[in-house]
């Protein structure tokens, strides 16, 4: 069975600074995708970013990128000059390309961006 | 393009009762996917429809039951609601079960 943990329940960061979000996951598969959702209080799962599991290089959307290690199954998100808007609750999810209907998602990474 | 929507946003219920959610899908899309968010956990997948048949289910009783309509907007019933049952519940809705999914905002249920 596959299964996404963040070990991180919270985090801080001071505005404008750089903050790296854990994720790990296990599978037995070789193709598949991943996710960092950002849920912030309006309850609405906004996708952050995706990684597909045949691309060796790391994804980037502007100030958000990932630093995708496939071996150590680690998938970890980095957000640089950090806004106070990014405060939200941040999950790792996981797809299978053979079920692309289930996403399984991590616990979620609290993170709070401080003035 | 409409995203997707979710109907009633707040829902309070009494153990043992029946409730009905509803979501529309965005436009264009055919697969909706329901999800279960208990507080401060991760979503958990309930099931998914494609083209108005289940097409996967996660480990939920079968009082957890769904439906997909001709325009691809969707239903989550529960019956003989329980406190657990008090969470999040997310649709998501993609094209051709595509993982590329846009989630609603959710109902909250909360069972007293």
């Known amino acids: 069975a596959q299964t996404v943990t963040q070990s991180q329940p919270e985090m801080s960061v001071q505005e404008a600074e750089t903050v790296t979000l854990s994720c790990t996951y296990d599978t037995s598969e070789n193709n598949y995708y991943l996710f960092w959702y950002k849920q912030p209080p309006s309850r609405q799962m906004i996708l952050v970013i995706r990684q597909e599991a045949y691309k060796q290089q790391n994804a980037t959307e502007n100030r958000f990128s990932v630093n995708f290690q496939k071996a150590a199954k680690s998938f970890s998100l980095k957000i640089s000059d950090s806004q106070l808007g990014d405060t939200a609750m941040y999950f790792c999810a996981f797809i299978s390309s053979s079920n692309t209907g289930k996403l399984i998602f991590g616990q979620g990474t609290t993170l709070q961006v401080k003035p | 393009e409409t995203g997707v929507t979710q109907s009633p946003t707040h829902l309070i219920k009494t153990r043992g009762q029946q409730v009905t959610l509803r979501c529309s899908s965005q436009s264009g899309h055919n697969t909706v996917s329901w999800y279960q968010q208990a507080l401060g956990q991760g979503p958990q997948f309930i099931f998914q429809?494609?083209?108005?048949?289940?097409?996967g289910r996660g480990n939920f009783p079968p009082r957890f039951s769904g439906l997909q309509f001709p325009n691809y907007s969707s239903e989550l019933n529960v019956n003989a609601l329980e406190l657990d049952d008090s969470a999040l519940y997310l649709c998501?809705?993609?094209?051709?079960?595509?993982?590329?999914?846009?989630f609603g905002s959710g109902t909250r249920l909360t069972v007293v």
């Open positions: 429809y494609y083209r108005e048949e289940e097409n």
């Open positions: 998501a809705s993609s094209f051709e079960r595509n993982y590329g999914y846009t």
